[in-house]
């Protein structure tokens, strides 16, 4: 592996501005993939308290955007046997899609999350 690779490779590992946007990324490659999402709650909790700033509130909000989808995807799996879990795994899925999206827009500009303990957007 070339010097640059390496540079290029550390930098998404290490905590800071890059990192936020993988975690986020990997959040939303779970919907295909389900061990992205938990690579990413990883990399979050093993760099929040490594970083201050804008950057630590997007490890906090990726990290409850984890533990709270899956408290809500458990709920709705639950529901599904009644019928209206089908219909709320669609809103968790939705809920999660537009948090990591306004989660990466934010971060691309190096905005802090506003209120990263929130349960909405």
Known sequence: MSMQEENVSAGYVEPGGKNV?????????GFVIGLTTLIGVVFAYLNRD???GWINSHYTFQIRT????LLFGLLSFLLMFV??????????????IVRCVKGL??????????DPRTWLF
């Open 21 to 29: 946007t993988l975690v986020y990324i990997l959040y939303l490659v």
């Open 50 to 52: 490594k970083v201050e």
């Open 66 to 69: 984890f533990w709270l989808g």
């Open 83 to 96: 019928g209206i879990g089908f219909v709320l795994m669609v809103v968790v899925a939705i809920w999660v």
């Open 105 to 114: 827009q934010m971060a691309s500009r190096g905005e802090p999350v506003p």
